[in-house]
């Protein structure tokens, strides 16, 4: 019987409490999950872990999450990965920020971990991922 792996989720946060909340959700959940502090680190972490799924916020240090997600979009081995934009309530992406740079789905500050982790599962879903049953 051939075993399925693990799906690994990044998730890239400066805020302390937001990666916290978010991990232990996730992982509740049976994801593997990285983290990085700004968005310099997700960068590596994503190009080297090659993650099934990022979260990011969009303010960071080093990149925000729109600067760092049309850098995954360049790289031949990140620019398949699903990507969720964390943002202020009262910040809107326009459209075109989000098909180009590969955000499949936004979810404001504040969020419901639940609410997040339907919106992890139904973009694994929609992205055709296998996962452990």
Known sequence: MSEKKTLKILVADDETHILHVVSLKLRNAGFTVLTARDGQEALEIAQQEKPDLIITDYHMPQLSGLE???????????????????????YHLEAHD????????????????RH???TVNEVLDQAGVVRNP
């Open 116 to 118: 997040l982790l339907a």
């Open 98 to 113: 989000t098909e180009q740079n590969g955000i499949v789905r936004t979810v404001s500050k504040p969020f419901s971990p």
């Open 68 to 90: 760092l997600c049309p850098k995954l979009k360049q790289d031949p081995a990140t620019s398949e990965i699903p990507t969720i934009m964390l943002t202020a309530r009262e």
